[in-house]
């Protein structure tokens, strides 16, 4: 399995996400799920804040968020080509998001 972080603008994910997909007929008509060939596990983690601050109560408030979508995918296996252009790199323990029982970029 191999660990990786990404930004995406909100066109490029719905892009992108459909290449990890797969689509299921069932009772109840069709049901999308993470293709698990490609994927164990996907975490849309959304619009990370950029800039913190406070508000009328002292409580600590975003007040600026990121222009792109946060995602971390636990590739079954390598990840696909073409998704190196999206790969983010954090700082160990700075992460938002974390897999239980893996350190990031772990492969």
Do not use: R
Not at 8 to 26: C, L, Q, R, S
Not at 36 to 50: D, H, Q, R
């Amino acid at each position: 399995m191999t660990w990786k972080k990404y930004e995406f603008t909100d066109a490029k994910w719905a892009e992108m996400k459909a290449k990890i997909e797969v689509t299921n007929e069932g009772p109840e008509g069709p049901t999308t799920s993470w293709d698990p060939e490609k994927v164990t596990a996907v975490v849309e983690i959304g619009k990370l804040c950029t800039e913190w601050g406070t508000n009328e109560e002292g409580m600590q408030v975003c007040t600026k968020q990121a222009a792109k979508l946060s995602v971390d995918i636990l590739w079954t296996d390598k990840p696909l080509t073409g998704w190196a252009t999206y790969t983010v790199n954090v700082a160990p323990g700075k992460e938002a998001h974390q897999f239980a029982g893996m350190e990031w970029g772990d492969e």
